[in-house]
């Protein structure tokens, strides 16, 4: 019965606040999703961090999330299914979840491949740092000079949650040089674009629950995805102006002219 409630297009659910009156007519339920993706973008739930270019104020989309890439114990688990099935349910019906979660976690959903730009806009550091990596030998530097430059490298690295990753068997002990800079480079940024899968194989099983996946892998991009569960970023003023309902004022009056101006 709950399957085929959150299957419908109908509200699967209402709400009501402990010691608070009112009555769900929908505006409890919107207050619901809204304070979800309020809690989901915080340090109140283990779910989702600030991207390193939102904590450090450079790059672009400095203001998205990104999966945390910590344990992924049961109670994460059961979180991140229920994610899902809220991304379903908006999906379905229309309602809008705000949530600004990083291009790499979207694509993720979708089953699309990220790549290096996907990982700039997350981690613009990062993401530069391997470019040059990857490109090292057109960067004129003798072998000999490698570490003075690069610093000590070895085949580890940091994922979103500061824990080093070895990138290869006996990754800590490995010194990185110069001909292996390439190598290390492509470690990084696949373990980096990567480490959210097993908490993306989660909210694609409650998101199974409610919508088709398969359909939306084949006919939407993660842009798409984005928008469907959480809305346009765009304000259509047009249409806003074209709905607006005046109580007191005509659209002639000068301060509904100033409004709009």
């Known amino acids: 019965k709950a399957f085929m409630t959150l299957r419908s297009s109908e509200r699967p659910f209402s709400v009501k606040y402990v010691d608070e009156a009112g009555v769900d007519a929908g505006g409890l339920y919107r207050d619901f999703i809204d304070s ?4 989901l973008m ?22 998205a999330w990104q999966l945390h890439a910590g344990p992924l114990t049961p109670p994460v688990r059961r979180m991140l299914t229920f994610l899902g099935q809220v991304m379903g349910i908006c999906i379905r019906r229309g309602d809008m979840l705000p949530l600004c979660l990083s291009q790499v976690c979207w694509k993720l959903l979708c089953h699309q491949k990220p790549v290096l730009e996907d990982l700039a806009s997350e981690d613009e550091a990062t993401a530069s740092s391997m470019s040059r990596l990857m490109n090292v030998a057109e960067l004129g530097i003798a072998a000999e000079d490698f570490e003075d430059i690069f610093g000590s490298l070895r085949f580890v690295y940091h994922n979103s949650a500061q824990e080093e990753v070895p990138l290869c068997e006996g990754g800590a002990e490995r010194v990185v040089t110069m001909s292996e800079a390439p190598e290390f480079a492509r470690l990084v940024i696949a373990m980096r674009l990567h480490e959210a899968e097993p908490m993306i194989a989660c909210i694609r099983e409650g998101l199974a629950s409610v919508v088709p996946v398969g359909c939306i892998e084949t006919l939407w991009t993660w842009q798409d995805l984005e928008q469907r569960v959480c809305g346009s970023p765009a304000l259509d003023l047009a249409l806003l102006r074209k709905k607006t309902v005046y109580n007191g004022y005509i ?9 709009w101006s």
């Open 251 to 259: 659209e002639t009056d000068a301060p509904v002219r100033a409004l």
């Open 42 to 63: 915080s340090p109140q739930l283990p779910l989702f961090v600030p991207t390193p270019n939102q904590q450090s104020n450079s790059g672009t989309c400095r203001e």
């Open 36 to 39: 979800c993706g309020a809690e």
